[in-house]
């Protein structure tokens, strides 16, 4: 959840840092802090509560000395709450080494009660400051800092990144891992670390992807990597395809509106070199064998939040195209449910940051299972594609505000690459529907760029709304992940109570909702595709409308049978049966970001959130 930069070079690190955690801030971004080895050989830290904002203006106020050492971090609370005391860096062996971490340190009660019992004084409640006590007192001991690190990172259990520096051992900083993120970035004369290959982008775009339970020793002309106990190993280096400017705002008044106009690119770009002759062949699926997929008699998605609804839209076309069981578990349910895997069991694993503990934990569950394990993964050298058999990655490009848009639309796509592989290998679609799909799916960017011109109207309906204290979604079909996902940006963004239904399910229950101007968005299903779910659709809405609610209707702009039951219709373009998702999912996306900017909330920064959730 935590952002974590370290820097060793030439250039002054405080800016380093600072640029590196501007970049990680969608990590967490309830507190801040730094710490360098100034010229005088003396540690140097600034940290403070709230954005990282907050740490600039006391850098601005109270400077600290002009370093090249240096580590940074950016907090999402667990243990303690954000304020300055517990904002990292935390500092041991009498304020000469700082030391970031991001995770939890589940023995941390034991360690603690250990060192009070030594009469070690905390300042601070969080977990954290109990590593950099421990390394404090190994450091005394050995005068070696990889040496007492190595010693600390040995007692930990649970998940974590830390990073550490000592004021005696300047041009150094180490780092470790366990179940949480860290990379390398290779300079010329300096050496990065980062929680994700965004810190330092700007810098570098060589990396390395340190593997679990490793730890790395960087200064300006070296990185060393081994395992806890010392021994060297090789890391394969990999080029960052992201640009710097792809993580920038650029002109754009959030993120949140740059990646949902990139939403059209994020799908061609992730069709890019896996379409053939019009045909779906995907290398890295290739890679597992032909074999293998052809057994797979059954698939489970494992995810979260948004990311398992676009699991979710994918089951229905996965299931038609290939003739195979999909189900989808959420990933933070997944191993306590004693899953039924065997080795013809394919699990897919969704996830744009690819470091979401639940969803690793469930991919790591899955093979010690037998399963063969499938990421689809926005972030080059993340953790959960690393853990796979094969990694298909979206290519929509760094994904910054903390709501999924982008990689929301990547990841069906990915979704529906997966599925009309298999059905090519198992042969169960003929040919020329296979070639239609893959129309389909060439023809989505174009469609989506014609949807984002909703826009205005949208912004307009939830300026309207900007009073709203609840919102219905339906739909049916792969239009009720579509009113999951619409509910889901809308509580995230806009702190609005929002649910999203099945349309058949409401008459079960929660039609007990409906109350004289509710706004109810419906997601209509194209006529075209079955007379018969859009009639029942149309019932539906009669139904609510019957009882006062307040219809928004998204129909394909051909639906006319639709307008007499709907206070507002979205009409959108025309697309195949399982396509519509991906452009019924934009005006919900925009009304989500516009209601809450009505409102004068951070779009890109939602309360009590963080973009890459890497605790369990
Ligand atoms: O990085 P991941 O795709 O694994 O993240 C999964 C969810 O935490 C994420 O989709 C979350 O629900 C978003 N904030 C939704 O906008």
């Avoid at 979401?356 to 934990?361: C, R, V």
Wanted: with cysteine.
């Amino acid at each position: 959840m935590c952002g974590i930069v370290g820097y060793v070079g030439n250039r002054e690190a405080v800016g380093v840092l600072l640029g590196g955690l501007k970049r990680l801030e969608y990590r967490g971004y309830d507190s801040a802090g730094v710490a360098v080895i100034g010229p005088d050989a003396a540690l140097h830290t600034a940290k403070k509560a709230g954005k990282l904002a907050m740490l600039r203006n006391e850098l601005a106020e109270h400077p600290i000395a002009a370093g090249v050492t240096g580590i940074g971090h950016t907090r999402w609370a667990t243990h303690g709450g954000p304020t300055d005391v517990n904002a990292h860096p935390h500092l041991g062996d009498e304020g000469k080494l700082a030391l970031i971490h991001n995770g939890i340190i589940e023995n941390f009660a034991d360690l603690k009660n250990e060192l009070l019992a030594q009469g070690v004084e905390f300042d601070s409640e969080t977990d954290s400051e109990v590593a950099a006590k421990l390394l404090g007192l190994e450091y005394a001991r050995t005068k070696d800092l990889r040496a007492a690190f190595r010693a600390v990172v040995g007692r930990l259990t649970g998940a974590f990144t830390l990073l550490a520096v000592h004021q005696d051992e300047p041009g150094v900083v180490v780092g470790a891992r366990r179940n949480s993120p860290l990379v390398i970035g290779l300079g010329e004369g300096e050496n990065f670390l980062g929680s994700d290959v965004a810190a330092f982008i700007e810098y570098t775009r060589q990396a390395l992807a340190i593997g679990q339970d490793q730890m790395v020793v960087i200064t300006p002309d070296s990185v060393t990597v081994t395992d806890f106990d010392g021994n060297v190993v090789e890391v394969e280096p990999f080029e960052v395809q992201w640009d710097a400017s792809a993580a920038d705002k650029g002109g754009w008044s959030s993120f949140m509106l740059k990646e949902i106009t990139e939403e059209p690119d994020a799908v061609a770009n992730t069709l890019r070199e896996r379409l053939h002759d019009g045909d779906v062949v995907v290398p890295e699926l290739e890679a597992l064998g032909d074999d293998i997929l052809a057994g797979i008699d059954r698939i489970t998605v494992v995810a979260a939040g948004t990311a398992a609804y676009a699991g979710l839209v994918g089951t229905y076309a996965i299931e038609a195209w290939a003739r195979v069981p999909v189900d989808v578990q959420l990933a933070h349910e997944f191993r306590y449910r004693d899953p039924i895997v065997t080795p013809t069991t394919l699990v897919v694993s969704i996830s744009q940051s690819g470091e979401t503990m639940d969803t690793l934990m469930a991919v790591k569950h899955a093979r010690e299972l037998g399963a063969k394990t499938v990421s689809i993964c926005n972030t080059q050298g993340a953790t959960i594609p690393r853990e796979s058999d094969a990694a298909l990655y979206t290519h929509a490009g760094p994904e910054v505000a903390v709501a999924s848009t982008k990689a929301f639309v990547a990841q069906i796509t990915a979704l529906y690459l997966l599925g009309l592989h298999l059905a090519r290998i198992k042969k169960t679609l003929p040919t020329g529907e296979r070639r239609a799909m893959v129309a389909e799916l060439e023809a989505v960017p174009a469609k989506i760029q014609k949807t984002l011109a909703v826009h205005d109207r949208v912004r307009q309906l939830a300026h309207w709304m900007a009073d709203t204290r609840s919102v219905l979604f339906l739909g049916r079909h792969v239009g009720y992940p579509i009113a999951l996902e619409g509910a889901l940006k809308l509580k995230e963004l806009a702190y609005i109570h929002a649910e999203g239904f099945a349309a058949g399910e409401l008459k079960h229950g929660p039609i007990a909702l409906i109350e004289p101007g509710l706004p109810v968005f419906v997601i209509v299903p194209s006529p075209r595709h079955s007379e018969e779910m859009h009639r029942k659709v149309i019932s539906n809405i009669q139904e609510i409308r019957a009882r006062g609610a307040r219809v928004i209707a998204l129909a394909e702009q051909a639906d006319a049978a639709v307008l007499p039951f709907a206070d507002e219709v979205i009409a959108l373009p025309l697309a195949g049966k399982f396509f519509e998702p991906l452009i019924g999912v934009i005006p919900l996306q925009i009304f989500a970001m516009e209601l809450a900017a009505a409102k004068g909330l951070d779009v890109d920064q939602p309360r009590n959130l963080a973009k890459s959730v890497t605790v369990e």
